[in-house]
C-alpha cells in the first residue's frame, strides 16, 4: 500500500466534492484516477514533472479552489491538470517540494529531459 501524504476530490461548483475524479500524492508519485462504472488511474513519477502552475479564476476563488497545471516528460500523461481542489497553493507547494526532493534523489536533472521528437538533443546524439 501506498503512503498517500495528500488526497482530494475535484469538486464542482460551491466546492462540493460531487465528481467521481480522485486525487493522490505520495512521496515519489502523482494519482489520478477518473471514472464510475469504467475507472481509468493514471500516475506520474515526480521525478517526470518539470513544472507545476496554479491557476485560480474569479469563481474558483470565491469558493477557495484552483487549478494546477501540471508538465511533466511522462508518454502517457504529458500535461495534465489538477482541478478545482481545495487549498491549491498548499498543494502546489507541496507538488513542487516533493518533486524537487525526488529529483535530488534521483539525481535527475531537466537536461535528460530535453530531447527531441526525434530521439536527439541539442549535441545529435541518440538519447533513446
Given at each position: 500500500?501506498?503512503?498517500?501524504?495528500?488526497?482530494?476530490?475535484k469538486?464542482?461548483?460551491?466546492?462540493?466534492?460531487?465528481?467521481?475524479?480522485?486525487?493522490?500524492?505520495?512521496?515519489?508519485?502523482?494519482?489520478?484516477?477518473?471514472?464510475?462504472?469504467?475507472?481509468n488511474?493514471n500516475?506520474?513519477?515526480?521525478?517526470?514533472?518539470?513544472?507545476?502552475?496554479?491557476?485560480?479564476?474569479?469563481w474558483q476563488?470565491?469558493?477557495?479552489?484552483?487549478?494546477?497545471?501540471?508538465?511533466?516528460s511522462?508518454?502517457?500523461?504529458?500535461?495534465?491538470?489538477?482541478?478545482?481542489?481545495?487549498?491549491?497553493?498548499?498543494?502546489?507547494?507541496?507538488?513542487?517540494?516533493?518533486?524537487?526532493?525526488?529529483?535530488s534523489?534521483?539525481?535527475?536533472?531537466s537536461?535528460?529531459?530535453?530531447?527531441d521528437?526525434?530521439g536527439?538533443?541539442?549535441?545529435?546524439?541518440?538519447?533513446?
Amino acid at each position: 500500500m501506498v503512503d498517500v501524504v495528500w488526497k482530494d476530490r475535484k469538486r464542482i461548483i460551491f466546492g462540493l466534492p460531487w465528481t467521481f475524479t480522485k486525487y493522490g500524492l505520495s512521496e515519489d508519485r502523482l494519482f489520478i484516477e477518473t471514472g464510475f462504472l469504467n475507472l481509468n488511474e493514471n500516475e506520474v513519477r515526480l521525478y517526470r514533472i518539470m513544472d507545476v502552475s496554479l491557476t485560480r479564476k474569479l469563481w474558483q476563488r470565491m469558493f477557495g479552489l484552483g487549478t494546477i497545471t501540471c508538465h511533466s516528460s511522462d508518454k502517457s500523461m504529458g500535461t495534465f491538470e489538477i482541478k478545482n481542489i481545495k487549498k491549491p497553493s498548499e498543494v502546489k507547494e507541496l507538488i513542487s517540494s516533493y518533486v524537487e526532493e525526488e529529483r535530488s534523489r534521483k539525481k535527475v536533472s531537466s537536461k535528460e529531459f530535453l530531447v527531441d521528437d526525434d530521439g536527439f538533443d541539442d549535441d545529435g546524439v541518440d538519447e533513446t
